[in-house]
Each structure stands twice: as structure tokens, then as C-alpha cells.
């Protein structure tokens, strides 16, 4: 094979190395970029003597096993970051402690101590009045507060979840690309290939998803119940929908190749924006508008009730002196039957923050399941027809069928309905049943005294039930924060990883741009001593 030969192959191969190398550094701030290296092979057609250099590739540096691993604790850095920011919200709320319902409640109780010493003072009856109206506020004002975050958790759902459907078409339009380029060209085509892998880290981001290669081309990419995105080059769409038992609540759902749609269970979705904002809303959000709520009853049942006892200044029985509603409870839309439960507070000791789950049996009981602790017990209606189940009193009515379900929210809006039910002043009962004037303070005492005492799920008091809610708020948020720490620490070691074997370092192509130059300046000089060499032969000929 001629000097000109091996030469040019050599020119050609320098072209090739340069070109990889300038797009290499071209490409250093390109997000999802994967370094790329050109490979060389000695020339097989020829002689013994050598042929020359042919480029065997353009291969793209990347690790798959290392960015799966990434892409999984991005996705659970994503949901912790999510849920972080949710968290810090309810802490920041709860916790401030001039506008606190501590310091509400215990004016509130200060108000009644006041009234204790004059139970006939317009002023200490106004006093009372005007505390209580201000705490009612402030429980109205929370209980606003976090319903107004589990609209806007529904509003975020339903973005991710179009991002989600958004990214898994452009996956599935790229598996297609990928097999026709490959079909066409037989070569990698390393940009689809690096679009598509940044896709697929996209979504990672959004939720939780497992990744598996068909037939060496393309990326089937499901969800954890193995329930697939995409499949070749066909995408499924998830569903942003009510909650069939929880209007209230967007939930998932999944629509297959048919456009049927069907429910999914949240616990399907651990990772991603969508698993921190599920995630946050049936760990934390609910927990705390239950619990605000539970303690709104509380203090409610438990005043009224000892109010009622008492007398007010005209003689007459004390009234209620707050308003709370009643509990929620939900008929499933798939139900049916025609049956519904009719709800109102029982025993106040019994009352829990939990939520329950009432699935009706055909031998006229009812499963109920304890969403807080899992706890699963039947329950028959007593001879009075009634249920009782966490200090609530249950009414059946109507005819349901079996497998019909109704959710139980004892707690879950009380709070948002708090109001002082009293207006005259006339009214406040702190006289004794007993008693026959104005001047007693019998049933103040007996009301001040509720403060002390372990009302809240028979076991804390009202300053002690608010402060297991700051509590609960503030170790969830301190937990959520201590896991991201780890997280982001894993996070940036593998994306260090991944750097030193797909990233470009700008000093290492400098140093190849300088090596592939000299390289073509060699390679230009056979071709120069290859001419050099004819021109001789013909002038010796001449």
C-alpha cells in the first residue's frame, strides 16, 4: 500500500480524533452530555507491511450501571427535597410562638381565671368573650392554612403529572429514532442516545421509575408495580383524578393501550416530586389538620359540656358555648348500595387524630381499618342500630351492598368550623346549677380547671395536645432533613463517579486536541515524503 494511502487514513482518522475532541469540549456545559472517544484500529485490508489506521467508532463514554444508580437517589433526593419544603411550611406556622395557639388557649383560660374572681363583671365576661373569639380565629385561620396547602399539593400533582406523560412521549418518539438511526446508519447515534438518557433522568426526578433495555435499542421505563411508561416506541399516561373516597384529595390514576383508566395506590410512588408531595400529604398534612381538629373538638365538647352544667346571669341552664360541627364521613363513588352513615362526637377521651376506612360485610358488619395504624377490626351495630368507633357515633341508614365503603374523617375539618356559639355576655354560664345568684363561681372553677386536665385522647392536656402536634411537625421535618443530607452526600459522590467516566475535563481535551494535531501534522508529512519520494523516481526516469 502506497505512503499516499496510509497517510491519508492517517489524515482521516486525525480529522476524526479533532472533531470528537472539539465536540467534546464544545459540549462541557451541556447537561446530559457524555464524553466521547474515537476509536482507532490498524487498517486489515493490505499487506504485510501495514495499510494504514481506520476509525473502528465513535464510541460514547458512559456507564449504565453507575447513572442507574444516580438516577435512583436523584429520585429520592427529589422527593425528599419535595417534601422538605411542604414540611418547613406547617413547621414554620405551628411553631411561631407570638402568634401560637398557645399563647391563644392560655389567654383564653386567663379570661376565665379573671371571670372566676368577679363571675358579675361585664368586663371579665367581655374579657372571655373576646379571648375565645380570638382563639376561635386562630384555629379557623391554621385549619385555612392547611387546606389551602392540600389545594395547591392537588394543583402540583396534576403539573407533575403532565410533566411525567410529556417526558414519557419524547422517550418513546427517541426509542424510535434510536432503532431507525441504528437501522439506518449502523452506527451509535450517541446525541439521540444522550437526549434520551436525560429524559429519562428528567423524569427520575418527577417519580420513582425502573428502566430495563429491549433488545439492546430500546428503554422499557415502568413504574415499580412494573406497570410500564413506555414500551418501544408507545407511552401510557398517568392520570391525575379525585380519590373516589376523599373528593377532597387528587390522587393517581393509570390508563392503559385501551384508554381504560383504573386507580392507583399511592404507595406505588416512593421517589420523585409526585412521591415527596403523596408522600408529605398522608404522613404530615393529614396528621396535623386531624390533629388541630381533634384538639378543636376537645376543647369544644369539653367546655360545652361543663358550660351546660352551670347557670348564666339571668338563671338560666348555660347553652354551648362553642360551635364544631360534626364529623366527616365519605360515601365512596363506586359504591352500590344506597346506604350512609350519619356521624356525631361520642365520647370526647376516645376521640383520635386518625382517619378510618368502613368497608360494609355481607353479614350486616363493618371492616374498619385504622389508616394511621393499620389496625383492621369488624364492628356490629349495637341494639340501638348505632357504630362507635374512635369516640364517634355512627347512624346506618338506607341499604348498602357488600364491599361499599365510607371514610370516616373524625377531626379532619373540625378546626375550620371553630366558632364561639355564644353572643351576650348574659350568657356565660360561671354560676353553679346549684346556686341562686349571679355572684357564684362554681362552674367558673369547674371550667378553668378543664385546662389541667387529660382530655386530648384521654391522655394529654390542651396546651400538651398542641404541643404533641408542634412536635410531630417539628421531628418529621428534622428527620426529612437529616435523610436529605445523606441523600445529596450519595448524590454528589456518584455523580462524581459518573463525571470522572462520562464527563469532559477540559485540561484532558486540550491535551488530546494538542496530541491528534501533531498527529495530522505527522500524517501530512508522509503524504509530503511520499511525494517527495515520486518526484525523485521521475526524475531519475527523465
Do not use: C, W
Request: aromatic share 6%; charged share 15%.
Amino acid at each position: 500500500m502506497s505512503l499516499f494511502s496510509i497517510g491519508l487514513s492517517g489524515l482521516s482518522a486525525a480529522q476524526n480524533a479533532l472533531s470528537t475532541t472539539s465536540n467534546n469540549i464544545s459540549n462541557v456545559y451541556t447537561d446530559g452530555y457524555s464524553r466521547q472517544l474515537t476509536l482507532l484500529g490498524q487498517n486489515a485490508s493490505g499487506g504485510g507491511a501495514g495499510s494504514g489506521v481506520s476509525v473502528d467508532g465513535i464510541q460514547r463514554q458512559y456507564n449504565s450501571y453507575i447513572s442507574s444508580q444516580l438516577n435512583q437517589v436523584n429520585s429520592r433526593q427529589s422527593a425528599l427535597e419535595t417534601y422538605q419544603s411542604q414540611v418547613n411550611q406547617i413547621d414554620d406556622l405551628l411553631a411561631d410562638s407570638d402568634s401560637g395557639l398557645t399563647t391563644l388557649m392560655q389567654g383564653f383560660f386567663s379570661s376565665v381565671e379573671d371571670l372566676t374572681g368577679s363571675p358579675a363583671d361585664a368586663a371579665a365576661r367581655e374579657g372571655v368573650l373576646g379571648t375565645s373569639r380570638s382563639m376561635a380565629a386562630q384555629f379557623r385561620a391554621y385549619d385555612g392554612y392547611l387546606s389551602d396547602m392540600r389545594e395547591g399539593i392537588n394543583g402540583q400533582i396534576g403539573d407533575v403529572v403532565t410533566q411525567v406523560n410529556n417526558l414519557s412521549d419524547q422517550i418513546a418518539d427517541l426509542n424510535k429514532q434510536v432503532t431507525l438511526a441504528r437501522a439506518r446508519s449502523g452506527e451509535e447515534p450517541n446525541a439521540l442516545l444522550d437526549q434520551r438518557d436525560k429524559l429519562v433522568s428528567d423524569l427520575g426526578d418527577l417519580v420513582d421509575v425502573n428502566v430495563q433495555v429491549q433488545d439492546g435499542s430500546t428503554y422499557q421505563v415502568s413504574l415499580s408495580n412494573g406497570m410500564p411508561l413506555v414500551a418501544g416506541n408507545k407511552s401510557f399516561d398517568l392520570v391525575a383524578m379525585k380519590d373516589n373516597e376523599d373528593p377532597s384529595s387528587i390522587t393517581l390514576g393509570y390508563e392503559d393501550g385501551g384508554g381504560t383508566r383504573s386507580a392507583l395506590k399511592e404507595s406505588v410512588i416512593k421517589g420523585g416530586e409526585l412521591g415527596g408531595l403523596l408522600s408529605f400529604r398522608s404522613e404530615t398534612l393529614d396528621s396535623a389538620q386531624n390533629q388541630l381538629g381533634q384538639l378543636a373538638v376537645t376543647l369544644a365538647r369539653s367546655f360545652n359540656a361543663q358550660h351546660e352544667a352551670g347557670v348564666d346571669l339571668n338563671g338560666d341552664a348555660g347553652e354551648a358555648f362553642f360551635a364544631i360541627g360534626s364529623p366527616t364521613v365519605i360515601s365512596s363513588a363506586v359504591n352500590n348500595g344506597t346506604g350512609s352513615l350519619a356521624a356525631e362526637y361520642g365520647d370526647v377521651s376516645e376521640l383520635t387524630a386518625d382517619d378510618y376506612r368502613l368497608t360494609y360485610q355481607a353479614d350486616g358488619s363493618y371492616s374498619v381499618e385504622n389508616l394511621g395504624s393499620g389496625e383492621i377490626r369488624s364492628v356490629l351495630p349495637a341494639g340501638d342500630g348505632t357504630l362507635s368507633v374512635g369516640g364517634v357515633t355512627l347512624t346506618p341508614s338506607g341499604t348498602p351492598a357488600e364491599g361499599d365503603v365510607f371514610m370516616l374523617q373524625p377531626t379532619r375539618n373540625a378546626a375550620g368550623v371553630f366558632e364561639v356559639a355564644v353572643a351576650d355576655t348574659d350568657k356565660i354560664a360561671a354560676a353553679d346549677a346549684d346556686s341562686g345568684g349571679s355572684g357564684d363561681n362554681r362552674n367558673a372553677l369547674a371550667l378553668l380547671d378543664l385546662q389541667n386536665q387529660r382530655l386530648v385522647g384521654g391522655s394529654k392536656t390542651f396546651s400538651g395536645g398542641y404541643a404533641s402536634l408542634v412536635s410531630d411537625v417539628g421531628n418529621r421535618a428534622a428527620i426529612t432533613q437529616a435523610n436529605l443530607t445523606t441523600q445529596t452526600g450519595l448524590s454528589d459522590q456518584l455523580f462524581a463517579y459518573q463525571q470522572a467516566d462520562s464527563g469532559v475535563n477540559l485540561d484532558e481535551e486540550y491535551a488530546n486536541l494538542l496530541q491528534y494535531q501533531q498527529y495530522y501534522s505527522a500524517n501530512a508529512k508522509i503524504i509530503e515524503a511520499g511525494s517527495t519520494i515520486l518526484d525523485t523516481i521521475l526524475g531519475l526516469r527523465a
